[in-house]
């Protein structure tokens, strides 16, 4: 028998609504990006609202997501509009007015993660005082005022020096390199001199770069995707590869640590710890990202539960889903932009087309409303039955779309 809709109208009853999704409750994301085009990607199969704030009137969460109030969410004024049209409030970039965000806390506004985790964070330099008072291990660091304490810092950590400016970090965009103390100078002017807030990080000699998603709920209680590899290229992500290729020991302690690092924090949702994995084994934590992450695009494809998902569950306060892989390996490949109709276009387009050649391999693009040299515009997840397969069939994939470029 097939139900018509006057039929379930009747079984329903004349004052029952129909079910229209898991939650009536309306979750506000600042930022509509590609990880909030992701979430709304994720909260249509369950008929869940997701409204995102973003300035930009064809951001790539718009044209999906359930509303987009245009406007910039590291506004005051804004963002307490946004948040009196939402039941809960969360974010998909950490570089938000933290002040306003705890504003709206005391007013009873719910905010997942809490505010005090986004102050915490966004602050690079604050994020490790708070993560080195929780016992977590990380590379030495120290801030910085003047020429003379650079140099002094130099003397200690040796060089190479990594020097970071503590706010408005992104895809190494904040990072500067000195090799001797020589190139100090030249470092913190790249970076836009010591009235920026700058600090310093022992260079961290690792063998391998890992990352572990974490859920968190509304109790605490935590919940970590599988360790993966991540490989960078002029500090941007290049490459996930899922699990990592490490023995169990280090995955243990990699998980051990993002555990130990998203259970100081507070308030519910996904976080993304980035790890360094050295010479002798240790594993120390280089930073947290308080929402999805590039490492856990994958999940898309390749767990039971997306981290997209995960977080919608976890801030809703809904039972999370299942974080184990449903694949035995996958590997994601972000593609960036170039200028636009110039080669590299050409290539991401030819990339694209033979990924939809590739057994196995989704495309995702995040139809940014411009494309910039350098910028993440989409990515490629390949997903298979072992790791070894994916890696042959991304380098026939890359390879080809060199060959085909040239
Ligand atoms: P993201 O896009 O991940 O937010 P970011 O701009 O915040 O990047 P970091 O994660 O601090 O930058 O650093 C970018 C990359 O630079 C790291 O993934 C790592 O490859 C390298 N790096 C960072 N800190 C150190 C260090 N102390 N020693 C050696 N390499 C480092
Ligand atoms: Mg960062
Ligand atoms: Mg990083």
Redesign the pocket.
Known sequence: LRASTDDREVALGKDEKPIRGVSEVIIGVLGGGQLGRMLCQAASQMAIKVMVLDPLENCPASGIAYDHMVGSFDDSATVQEFAKRCGVLTIEIEHVDAATLEKLERQGVDCQPRASTIRIIQD?YLQKVHFSRHGVPL?EFMQIDDLEGTKRAGDLYGYPL?I?SKRL???????AVARSPEDIPAAVDALGGYERGLYV????P?VK?LAVIVARERNNSVSCYPVVE?I?KD???HIVKAPAVVPWKIRKLATDVACKAISSLEGAGIFAV?L?LTEDGQILL??V?PRPHNSGHHTIESCFTSQFEQHLRAVLGLPLGDPSMRTPAAIMYNILGEDEGGPGFHLAHQLMGRALETPGASVHWYDKPEIRKQRKVGHITLVGSSMGILEARLKTMVDTEAVDGS
């Open positions: 690079k590379p990594m970071k970090a992104y895809d190494g965009r904040g990072n990080e022992k260079w961290a690792f770069e991540t960078h500090n941007i992500c980035e360094f280089n930073e990202a």
